[in-house]
Nanobody, 119 residues
Framework: QVQLVASGGGLAQAGGSLRLSCAAS????????KGWYRRAPGKQRELVAT???????NYADSVKGRFTISRDNAKNTVYLQMNSLKPEDTAEYYC?????????????WGQGTQVTVSS
């Protein structure tokens, strides 16, 4: 049983910063992709950033240069440092761990943490 617990959301002013964390517990394959996604009100969920277990990263164009994803493989934790926040960053943020094993795709999600950015 894999569980992801996200934390660190809250209220920030435009131009401010927040740091999200997501800790996973359970049996996790050591080769995996960790990521952050978000869903704004009335919109579909979108990718924010991903990072592989080897450290390769990928970012949505809207957050490049402002957000930084990092991970601690030993702690099975992924972080999202969000700087220069904008009101359009307001959304529910979800962490995700995924990997492939003999049974196919393993895809796990955290419970979501709200980020609200005021102008």
């Amino acid at each position: 049983q894999v569980q992801l617990v996200a934390s660190g959301g809250g209220l920030a002013q435009a131009g401010g910063s927040l740091r999200l964390s997501c800790a996973a517990s359970g049996s996790i394959f050591n080769i995996n992709i960790k990521g952050w996604y978000r869903r704004a009100p009335g919109k579909q969920r979108e990718l924010v950033a991903t990072i592989t277990s080897s450290g390769s990263t990928n970012y949505a164009d809207s957050v490049k240069g402002r957000f930084t994803i990092s991970r601690d493989n030993a702690k099975n934790t992924v972080y999202l440092q969000m700087n220069s926040l904008k009101p359009e960053d307001t959304a529910e943020y979800y962490c995700n761990f995924r990997w492939y094993d003999r049974s196919g795709l393993r895809d796990y999600w955290g419970q979501g943490t709200q980020v609200t950015v005021s102008s």
